[in-house]
């Protein structure tokens, strides 16, 4: 998709547990409004998510995973097409089989958290579908990442690893220019420890692909707006600062922002848009 500004792509999580929004769009319905309503707001991209990642959570089996995203993302991408603007469908996936399936579907981009680490066929796969793909940093799954946070600089070391999970891919007949790279702010990095992963965003960007962010909600967003006592504030009232996220990354150059209040974020963008234009 194009890059003249920075995309927004709203979270359509059909998942009873997410940490953020878990139960609220767990049925093909209540997803695929959910995921109009965001397109309305302004969203560039829809990310379909069968499967939660907070910490702790455990894997679902395969055919759950692909009952919950198929449907919402059949209808999504039906809408999108009828669209006058640009916009498009993800699958928030770590398995091969469900990218491939969701590709046919309608998806565009594949979006693994693992980066192809969960699954060996997942470079295989996105090869052989051609779409965007987004290489998230990541150590292991959900229920153990919280014991890999160990690092020996940790904007070196995302930097890295990505760089070396870019290199499988490239081996593995992913073409360049269907490569994003995300940081994995809140995988196997706790609270404070995200802060320069974002702030020195530009170490990732130097490796020559573009970036997707995804601070959205998260819990060291809660840490920084907390009240006197310390207490993190509630997932739903991080939207704020996760707007102030969209604004900085945005002006940083990022190629998205992925959230999920998507209008504060579309016009955060246009704010930043506007600033770097003015330069
Ligand atoms: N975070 C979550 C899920 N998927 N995908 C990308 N590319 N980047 C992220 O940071 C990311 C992701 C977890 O958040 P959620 O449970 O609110 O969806």
Redesign the pocket.
């Known amino acids: 998709m194009g890059f003249d500004r920075t995309l927004v792509m709203g979270?359509v999580?059909v998942?009873p547990d997410?940490?953020?929004?878990?139960g609220r769009w767990a049925t093909t319905e209540a997803a695929v409004q959910r995921g109009l309503r965001l397109l309305a707001e302004g969203a560039d991209i829809l990310?379909v998510?069968g499967e939660?990642?907070?910490p702790g959570a455990d894997r679902v089996p395969v055919e759950e995973e692909l009952a919950r995203v198929l449907p919402v993302i059949e209808q999504l991408a039906a809408a999108c097409a009828g669209l006058d603007r640009p916009a498009t469908v993800s699958v928030?996936t770590m398995r091969a089989a469900v990218a491939v399936q969701a590709a046919q579907a309608g998806a565009s981009i594949i979006?693994?958290?693992s980066g192809g680490l969960a699954d060996p066929n997942m470079a295989e796969a996105a090869a052989q579908t051609g779409a965007t793909y987004?290489a998230?940093h990541w150590r292991g799954h959900s229920n153990i990442m919280d014991d890999l946070e160990c690092y020996d600089s940790i904007v070196a070391d995302v930097r890295s690893e990505l760089a070396s999970r870019v290199d499988a891919l490239l081996a593995a007949g992913v073409r360049r220019d269907q490569i994003v790279l995300?940081p994995?702010?809140?995988?196997a990095k706790a609270g404070e420890a995200n802060w320069p992963v974002l702030a020195q965003m530009e170490s990732l960007q130097s490796l020559g692909f573009p970036v997707?962010?995804?601070?959205?909600?998260?819990r060291f967003l809660g840490m920084v707006v907390a009240g006197p006592d310390g207490t993190p504030v509630a997932?739903a009232q991080r939207d704020d600062a996760t707007a102030a996220v969209t604004a900085l990354a945005a002006a940083q150059g990022a190629w998205g922002v992925?959230v999920?209040e998507v209008k504060a974020s579309v016009d955060a963008v246009k704010v930043a848009r506007a600033w770097r234009q003015a330069r």
């Open positions: 979270i999580n998942t997410s940490f953020s929004d878990g990310d998510g939660s990642t907070r928030d979006n693994d958290v987004v998230m995300d994995g702010l809140g995988f997707l962010i995804g601070a959205s909600r998260k997932p992925r999920h």
